[in-house]
């Protein structure tokens, strides 16, 4: 079987799936990719622009329009028309948008195939929900990172916190974390799941340094074993 070098992160929302990814690439001097931040950046500029979250002849203009941006620099992960996206798609309404913005399969598509071109020539980590079943299904390492929705919900709650956005209740936020998990579970487009090769990741009870140190290991083992030099 031939492997693509494509370290794949799945995992529901607030599972720590990104912190961990990013800290994984930086440990193995690989390039990051938040697949995530793609669906928010589209999700946020249609609602920026009034461009309805449905499939139509408005959306597949939209996406043939754009030119997305991804890792121009260590301050722009990602922009659309040269607008640094990377901070305004962490506001809190915007996951709610990104979830309907997914369900699309001409977003799907687009975004596969951005996504696939960004990876072909370089060893990455990319994280997502259908990295190691959809995007590259020949990932040569595979991870499937959760927590429970409590823990979730927390992390979720703190990062708004830190971010200046204390109007939400954590109640608030755990019905909105089950809401997401539905959503992202039983769309009919690519659902997250985890794929039959990957590795379960609870994070739960783990502690970062932990949780990196067991994903380097297994990396770097399964890349000596087909001989993907990092």
């Not at 529901?12 to 995530?36: C, R």
């Not at 948008?97 to 975004?111: C, F, G, H, T």
């Not at 590259?136 to 830190?162: D, G, I, M, W, Y």
Request: aromatic content about 6%; proline content about 2%; glycine content about 6%.
């Amino acid at each position: 079987m031939s492997f693509s070098k494509v370290i794949a992160i799945d995992g529901p929302s607030g599972s720590g799936k990104s912190t961990i990814a990013k800290k994984l690439a930086e440990t193995l001097d690989v390039l990051y990719i938040d697949t995530g931040a793609m669906f928010r950046a589209l999700a946020y500029c249609c609602d920026q622009r009034n461009i309805s979250l449905t499939a139509g002849p408005e959306m597949d203009e939209f996406l043939s329009s754009i030119n997305l941006e991804y890792g121009k620099s260590s301050d722009f992960l990602i922009g659309i028309d040269g607008e640094n996206l990377s901070l305004k798609i962490r506001e809190h309404n915007v996951s709610k948008l990104a979830s309907i913005i997914s369900q699309i399969p001409k977003v799907r598509e687009y975004l596969l195939n951005f996504q696939r071109d960004l990876a072909s020539r370089v060893v990455c980590v990319m994280e997502g929900r259908d990295i190691g079943t959809v995007v590259f299904p020949n990932a040569f390492c595979k991870f499937f990172v959760t927590a429970s929705v409590e823990v979730r919900s927390n992390r979720r709650l703190n990062q708004l916190q830190e971010a200046g956005e204390s109007e939400l209740s954590l109640e608030q936020i755990m019905i909105d974390v089950k809401k997401r998990d539905e959503s992202d579970m039983n769309r009919e487009v690519a659902p997250l799941k985890m794929a039959e090769d990957a590795a379960l990741v609870d994070t739960s009870e783990m502690e970062l340094v932990e949780v990196l140190s067991s994903l380097k290991s297994s990396v770097l083992d399964k890349a000596k074993g087909i001989g993907i030099s990092l």
